[in-house]
């Protein structure tokens, strides 16, 4: 592993730990003793989604982890509560039955966790995502969140 500072070729590991199905290691450039990061991810058989006009394309985690960070933006949810949730919908897609899913299963999990994790992101992504399977659920926060908000109403 490459020093990113320095390209040093020597480095050791200062740290390791296994957090679902990553490594993550803490590494020390033998040269210039600057410290970093890697992960390592276990990979899987490739998965496929199904969009609503039949398409068909490789699952991405990175547009996963885009669409959840822009839903959390400015929110109190920290980076590792949003890794988390990725790796939970990723789990759980990978136990799904078919490699191939529909995108819109994806964007109920998404609606699901988000719920549990902030009712304000939960909305933003469930109003950017329009094909609501969860509808009476969406509908029951936003009536939770007009009964519990008391200022700026009118
Ligand atoms: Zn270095």
């Known amino acids: 592993m ?31 003793e600057k410290r970093f990061t890697t992960f390592e991810r276990v990979e899987y058989a490739e998965l496929y989604v199904i969009k609503k006009n039949g398409s068909r394309q ?4 990175e547009k996963l982890r885009l669409s959840i ?3 959390c933006e400015k ?13 939970q919908i990723e789990a759980k897609l990978r136990n799904e039955d078919s490699i191939e899913i529909k995108s819109s299963r994806i964007g109920n999990l998404v609606m699901q966790n988000l719920r549990k994790l902030d009712s ?11 094909d609501f399977g969860d509808l009476a659920a969406f509908e029951e926060t936003i009536d939770k969140l007009r009964k519990g908000g008391s200022d700026g109403r009118k």
């Open 69 to 71: 960070r822009k839903a």
């Open 2 to 32: 490459k020093c990113p500072y320095c390209v040093n070729e020597d480095t050791k590991v200062v740290d390791s730990r296994q957090v679902e199905a990553q490594i993550r290691r803490r590494r020390e450039c033998e040269k210039c």
């Open 75 to 87: 929110r109190p949810i920290s980076l590792s509560q949003i890794e988390e949730t990725v790796d």
């Open 58 to 61: 490789p699952f991405n985690s």
């Open 120 to 130: 304000i992101a939960y909305i933003r992504f469930a109003s950017v995502y329009k």
